[in-house]
């Protein structure tokens, strides 16, 4: 490029044929942004995982620097020929650049399409341009007006219809870009937009002022270095030009610190660490505080978390999956902004020091996922057998306490029989009282599971009724002003009966205070004569409850949910 760039900026017999030939500070723009673009894209060949930045950079250089071919005088005709062809390939790469940008993929077919159809307008309109386009019979000709390798056919109306064709492609693909950028930056997370931004919004601004470029041209088609309007569109093109190398650079800065910090993940791993000691480092270290790290147990076949919760890691479908496998067989997948991470990165960076620690925190994981499966299982027991005693109270109610009034009604009307003898009154007597006695019996056992009122009203009201029934004297301080689920008040109801049937008679009675704290129901009980059951605890343990017993205070928390 020396060659054609150096003869370009020299000015020949007063013939200006480039706008960075028109002074020291176009020609300084000029330089600087092709040159450093060209650098830019060099730096990012040497990651690998920049090879599509890298393409872009050196395409959008060599189509902002084609002018300079364009405008050698002197210079062989082919190689200005190829300036004329090269040159209005600028937008589609800017476009490229603000779909593409961070990952490097243009997502959605609508986007692949829209990209395809402006390199393919563009090749189509620059072909047609150069094989149509006279020199000689082109009046507003002022930078190549005597070599075109290419004509076929010279047509100047042909040649500024194509012209203008491609012009009006260059607005309407840098108004889309500009949209685009726009919603992308609006829609984006506050990660992604942090990643992205400084390649996106400079990338965008060229779109921008190469279709007022070409909205110039459409209008008044006599450019040229000599007139303001199109000096100071040259003199923002390259400037915003200048800015997309400054933010290719800070991207590439910002990737190789980040690459860094992901070999220091080595060592943070091979540290004694606590669980989901994954997570917190790369969330750390890559700048995502939503990274989120599953760990696939493999005997179930599912994925959990690091608290040994399942999850499913494809439940955002906006997110980015990067596995991490050995052998073929996945340990764990990160959940992550698909533009901080590619597969690649990661799996390049974990080397097996971090594959042995990832092991350890999924054994972790895989335990604590027992353990919450344990706890589920008590649950489940627990609510079984609230149920089966519900039940049984609805078969007392509904079944023996039915029959047994049957059987007093007929009694009684036996009772009630003027013709019986009195050794048959005597009887039925006697039957009557056993038959009430067992009924009351049924009642009693009845309510002594779970009383109605505890459904009904509450366990404010069942506890009224308790302390009223009680023989032990029972003083109800304090209650909660609302009521929590009906699991909740189950076993806080069954932590006063088995502390009532515990309490002798003769003791001084039992004070009650229960509140809401929080998301847990406190039950604080005074006057307790012996410690709690193993029932009592097995029971609050398997509702995540507290139990703790002092003296003669019993102090339980249970959790509402």
């Given at each position: 490029?020396?060659?054609?760039?150096?003869?370009?900026?020299?000015?020949?017999?007063?013939?200006?044929?480039?706008y960075?030939?028109?002074?020291a500070?176009?020609?300084?723009?000029?330089l600087?942004?092709?040159?450093?673009l060209?650098a830019?894209?060099?730096?990012?060949?040497r990651?690998?995982?920049?090879?599509?930045?890298?393409?872009?950079?050196?395409?959008a250089?060599?189509?902002?620097?084609a002018?300079?071919?364009?405008?050698?005088?002197?210079g062989p005709?082919?190689?200005?020929?190829?300036?004329i062809?090269?040159?209005?390939?600028?937008?589609?790469?800017?476009?490229?650049?603000?779909?593409?940008?961070?990952t490097?993929?243009?997502?959605?077919?609508?986007?692949?399409?829209a990209?395809?159809?402006?390199?393919?307008?563009?090749?189509?309109?620059?072909?047609?341009?150069?094989?149509?386009?006279?020199?000689f019979?082109?009046?507003y000709?002022?930078?190549?007006?005597?070599?075109?390798?290419?004509?076929?056919?010279?047509?100047?109306?042909?040649?500024?219809?194509?012209?203008?064709?491609?012009?009006?492609?260059?607005?309407?693909?840098?108004?889309l870009?500009?949209?685009?950028?726009?919603?992308?930056?609006a829609t984006?997370?506050?990660?992604?937009r942090?990643?992205?931004?400084?390649?996106?919004v400079?990338?965008?601004?060229?779109c921008?002022?190469?279709?007022?470029?070409?909205?110039?041209r459409?209008?008044?088609?006599?450019?040229g270095?000599?007139r303001?309007l199109?000096v100071?569109?040259?003199?923002a093109r390259?400037?915003t030009?200048?800015?997309?190398?400054?933010?290719?650079?800070w991207?590439?800065w910002?990737?190789r610190?980040r690459?860094?910090?992901?070999?220091?993940?080595?060592?943070?791993?091979?540290?004694?660490?606590g669980?989901?000691?994954?997570?917190?480092?790369?969330?750390?270290?890559?700048?995502?505080?939503?990274?989120?790290v599953?760990?696939?147990?493999?005997?179930?076949?599912?994925?959990?978390?690091?608290?040994?919760?399942q999850?499913?890691?494809?439940?955002?479908?906006?997110r980015?999956?990067?596995s991490?496998v050995?052998?073929?067989?996945?340990?764990?997948?990160?959940?992550?902004?698909?533009?901080?991470l590619d597969?690649r990165?990661?799996?390049?960076?974990?080397?097996?020091?971090?594959?042995?620690a990832?092991?350890?925190?999924?054994?972790?994981?895989?335990?604590?996922?027992?353990?919450?499966?344990?706890?589920?299982?008590?649950r489940?027991i627990?609510?079984?057998?609230?149920r089966?005693?519900?039940?049984?109270e609805r078969?007392l109610?509904?079944g023996?306490q039915?029959?047994?009034?049957a059987v007093?009604?007929?009694?009684r009307?036996?009772q009630s029989?003027?013709?019986?003898?009195?050794?048959?009154?005597?009887?039925?007597?006697?039957?009557?009282?056993?038959?009430?006695?067992?009924?009351?019996?049924?009642?009693d056992?009845?309510?002594?599971?779970?009383?109605a009122?505890?459904?009904?009203?509450?366990?404010?009201?069942?506890?009224?009724?308790?302390?009223?029934?009680?023989?032990?004297m029972?003083?109800?301080?304090?209650?909660?002003?609302?009521?929590?689920?009906?699991?909740?008040?189950?076993?806080?109801?069954?932590?006063?009966?088995?502390?009532?049937?515990a309490?002798r008679?003769e003791?001084?009675?039992?004070t009650?205070n229960?509140?809401?704290r929080?998301?847990?129901?406190?039950?604080h009980?005074?006057?307790?004569?012996?410690?709690?059951s193993?029932?009592?605890?097995?029971?609050?343990?398997?509702?995540?409850?507290?139990?703790?017993?002092?003296?003669?205070?019993?102090h339980v928390?249970?959790?509402?949910?």
């Amino acid at each position: 490029w020396s060659v054609p760039v150096i003869s370009a900026l020299a000015q020949r017999s007063g013939v200006t044929t480039t706008y960075a030939a028109g002074s020291a500070a176009a020609a300084a723009a000029f330089l600087i942004a092709g040159l450093g673009l060209h650098a830019a894209g060099w730096l990012a060949l040497r990651d690998p995982g920049t090879g599509w930045l890298s393409s872009l950079c050196m395409l959008a250089s060599a189509a902002w620097l084609a002018p300079a071919l364009v405008g050698w005088e002197g210079g062989p005709p082919l190689v200005r020929s190829l300036g004329i062809l090269a040159a209005p390939f600028l937008v589609p790469v800017l476009a490229h650049l603000v779909l593409a940008a961070p990952t490097g993929r243009v997502h959605g077919r609508f986007r692949r399409t829209a990209v395809a159809a402006t390199y393919g307008l563009t090749t189509l309109a620059s072909v047609g341009y150069a094989i149509s386009w006279d020199p000689f019979g082109d009046r507003y000709c002022w930078s190549d007006c005597t070599d075109n390798a290419f004509l076929l056919a010279g047509d100047p109306g042909r040649a500024r219809l194509i012209e203008q064709v491609g012009l009006s492609v260059v607005i309407a693909v840098g108004v889309l870009a500009v949209v685009a950028a726009t919603w992308r930056l609006a829609t984006a997370t506050v990660t992604a937009r942090a990643v992205g931004w400084p390649i996106t919004v400079p990338a965008a601004l060229a779109c921008a002022l190469e279709a007022a470029y070409a909205v110039a041209r459409l209008a008044d088609p006599a450019e040229g270095p000599d007139r303001d309007l199109y000096v100071r569109l040259f003199l923002a093109r390259a400037a915003t030009l200048t800015a997309l190398t400054a933010g290719v650079l800070w991207f590439l800065w910002h990737r190789r610190r980040r690459n860094t910090a992901l070999r220091t993940l080595l060592n943070q791993l091979d540290r004694p660490a606590g669980t989901g000691s994954l997570q917190g480092t790369l969330s750390r270290l890559l700048g995502d505080p939503s990274l989120t790290v599953a760990y696939r147990l493999p005997r179930i076949d599912r994925y959990v978390d690091r608290s040994g919760r399942q999850v499913h890691p494809d439940a955002y479908p906006g997110r980015a999956l990067t596995s991490i496998v050995r052998d073929g067989d996945p340990l764990a997948v990160v959940s992550h902004e698909r533009e901080i991470l590619d597969d690649r990165a990661l799996r390049q960076r974990v080397g097996s020091a971090a594959l042995l620690a990832i092991d350890n925190e999924r054994l972790d994981a895989e335990l604590l996922a027992h353990l919450e499966d344990l706890r589920a299982s008590q649950r489940r027991i627990v609510a079984a057998a609230d149920r089966a005693r519900r039940r049984i109270e609805r078969d007392l109610h509904d079944g023996a306490q039915q029959r047994l009034l049957a059987v007093l009604y007929e009694l009684r009307l036996a009772q009630s029989d003027p013709t019986r003898h009195d050794d048959q009154a005597a009887t039925l007597d006697a039957l009557i009282d056993t038959a009430q006695q067992s009924l009351a019996e049924l009642r009693d056992l009845a309510h002594g599971i779970f009383p109605a009122i505890l459904e009904e009203s509450g366990l404010e009201a069942a506890l009224w009724t308790l302390a009223d029934q009680a023989t032990p004297m029972v003083r109800i301080a304090t209650m909660p002003d609302r009521r929590p689920p009906a699991d909740t008040e189950q076993a806080a109801y069954l932590v006063v009966t088995d502390t009532l049937l515990a309490t002798r008679p003769e003791a001084g009675g039992l004070t009650i205070n229960a509140s809401l704290r929080g998301d847990a129901l406190v039950l604080h009980l005074n006057g307790v004569q012996a410690p709690p059951s193993q029932y009592l605890l097995d029971r609050i343990g398997a509702c995540d409850g507290v139990v703790t017993h002092q003296a003669e205070a019993l102090h339980v928390e249970i959790p509402c949910g």
